[in-house]
């Protein structure tokens, strides 16, 4: 059985002698303050804090978190209060110990004012200490690992906590290590057959293919050092809830889920992990638009790597993460990494990044808190900013569909069919009637009702928020009555007049007529069908309108449509202005507009090929200019021609980070032995900085034409 004189060997590695004393005169101290108390395994209470504070000493915390651990039962199970735990430990150890205890109190499906209240106090004692939420998840973790002597609903109802609650919030501060086991453990409670069944089948999977994996390994770590690179090869392993959820989600048979190699690179630095890219690049062919740097755009949480999907030699995937020490302890222990790094006292920039942005999402709650009306309505808003996740509902077959959180029934419509979508007129939650903008929770099952006949309703625009119910509703709309398309348009229209301080109905009659005529409409209604349509866009045809209001001496000789002077574009639109593909404009580059069909205006350069063909409908051509205060990138496609050599895409890559630009896509075709066709998508800031870089790339002797695609 595991003692406090192990767990003092332990953190003899890491901790000075006087704070190991600290550590076991707390254990001391608990172990007295719960005597007599036995958990439901029949163990002695104390082996349960015991249990916590050795999960902390893996992550090297802090002798006070351990100090936390060892006490974080006494205020709730005994008669000690928090002040005594101040006078004997110091009142940063008892405001850990109270801020853990609130914690334990919580119950999130539980409303209640006085639940509610008591996560704001608990926010509170997170912002003085981000170290509560770390001992409350290894607190959690072991009460997982023993979940054995619990009855099987009190067990299920654990571990959906555990799912819902405190894996996302290990995954929302990194600590990857404790959320996988969470998931795991959580997903044995819950579906115990399940579990078991996936185990045994990865158990021998893995015993297939070890030669497989062994034959990569090897291939891997022997272009390593023929190249000089430092860097350890190792293998890596799905966990059982993320295939069970690629099983179910992706509706794959166990065997495809499988039929992928994962392995990981640790390097010394960041350099090597760029030049390792280019090596195993180099080793097998890289699968097109799969390569993702998380270490120049670290994910929220801190999270850096790189990821690339290789072709192997038999026609498998093969997944391969790069990364250095410092990542992998980042990913693996997230913010704790703060504390594994100060117990050696060290200062590192990837840790104190993580405590810096743990902290900031603190502060960030305490922001909600101070704006929420009440502790209820702040208490939802916490919920929807810590667990951003999908949902799961039910058919009332028992099929389980997965939606975005927010979505309403109409988007749980569309997502069984579209023809179910389109025909909905009325719903059933958990068999009661329920508003079609009702939005869904996990756990619910749902019944459409459908009408023949019956067709979309505008409004449903206003709350759905999935891309297949907004397509299709618009798709239908395209096809619905006249009338209907008329009111769209005049909404819109009336609402883009509303940036000039007028309406239609407010407009006199002759520009009206005049831009009738210039468009060969028939009458106002046959306009705002185009508009609600998506014939034409709103804006503009409200500011062709303003135009031949105050008299625009080229209104009437110009018969192209277009307004007085230059639309000012910044790239930040959203949907009404689309950036053209074939030619990748850029801030600086002149531009031209063309109103294309269901995409609003659509920005090509001046010089674009592709203009060409437009330029034969004159009238859906518009003038742009770029805004003084664009603060977008913009993705631009570069062709170079070199000579072909080894850790050429990591050269590349390194260039473009250095140069403040981020490699989007990268492909290489080889012409022969010696030269090679790059084929570069880079997201730059504008035509510039485009230009400092393309200036680095002319520096390098082995690279000869480069040319911008679309040019």
Known sequence: MFTIDDLADRLGGYLPPDEIQQVKRAFYYAEQAHDGQRRRSGEPYVTHPLAVANILANMHMDHQSLMAAMLHDVIEDTGVGKEALAEQFGKPVAELVDGVSKLTQITFEDKAVAQAENFQKMVLAMSRDIRVIIVKLADRLHNMRTLGALRPEKKRRIARETLEIYARVASRLGINTIRVELEDLSFQALHPMRAERIKRAVSSARGNRRSAIRQIQNALQTSLDDEGLPGTVVGRQKHLLSIYKKMRDQRKPFAEIMDVFGFRIITNDVDSCYRILGVVHNLYKPVPGRFKDYIAIPK???????????????????????RTREMEAMANNGIAAHWLYKAGQTEHPIAEGSHARARAWVKGLLEMQRHAGDSLEFIEHVKNDLFPDDIYVFTPKGDIMELPQGATVIDFAYSVHTDIGNSCIACRIDRHLAPLSTRLESGQTLEIITAPGAKPNLAWLNFVITAKARSAIRHALKHQQQTEAVQLGRRLLNKSLADFETSL??????????LLAELTLKNEDSLLESIGLGTRVAH?????????????????????GRPHGPI???????????????CHPLPGDPVIGHLSVGKGIVVHRTECRNLGELKSDPDKLFALEWSDEVDEDFPVALRLEVESRRGLVAELAGLATDAGANI?????????????IVHLTLAVHDRVHLARIIKRLRNLSHIGRISRVGN
């Open 664 to 676: 989007e896509r990268i492909g290489i075709e080889e012409r022969d032995a010696r030269l090679s």
């Open 505 to 514: 109905e407010e407009l006199p009659d002759g520009p009206l007529r005049t």
């Open 568 to 582: 000012v574009i910044s790239g930040a639109e959203g949907m009404v202005i689309k950036f053209a593909r074939c």
């Open 540 to 560: 503009v045809v409200a500011r062709r309108l303003i135009d031949l209001q105050h008299g625009d001496a080229r209104a009437t000789a110009d018969r192209q």
């Open 300 to 322: 929220a949480n801190g999270y850096q790597s790189l990821h690339t999907t290789l072709f192997g030699s038999s026609g498998m995937p093969i997944e391969v993460q790069i």
